[in-house]
């Protein structure tokens, strides 16, 4: 659901330092916001400060963000420090092979550009003889 950023509150969290946000906001520019933020059904920001702060940073009015039927300070705190601490950095073997992948794709080689063209001719003459 799109909120608009000026009527989400944020109150005492517990992350005080929020980093380098130059990569986010970089992503977040070229991608879009790839992850909600999450909020109270008062629009009290529960998780995704750093989301939130780039998008006020690049300028934007609005931000996803799922909404939680939340409203004791315990749950709160338990799903800030969840949303937090429950993610898992890639490896750097994993990190490599994403990598390494994505220059394939990104540069494929000529005979992976023939099959690719044969495919897409494939697609176009199937959907020409289905509109028939």
Known sequence: MQIEIEKIKVNKRVRKNLGNLEPLKDSMRRYGQL????????YELIAGQRRLQSAKELGWSMINANIVNVTDPITKLE?????????????DS??????QLLEKLRNPSF???????????????????KGR
């Open 79 to 91: 799903l800030e420090l969840e949303e937090n601490t429950q993610r898992s950095d890639f490896t």
């Open 94 to 99: 994993e990190l490599l092979d994403g990598y």
């Open 111 to 129: 005979f992976r550009r023939i099959w690719n063209a044969i495919l897409e001719f494939l697609r176009k003459l199937w959907k020409l003889i």
């Open 35 to 42: 992850n909600p933020i999450t909020l109270t059904q008062d």
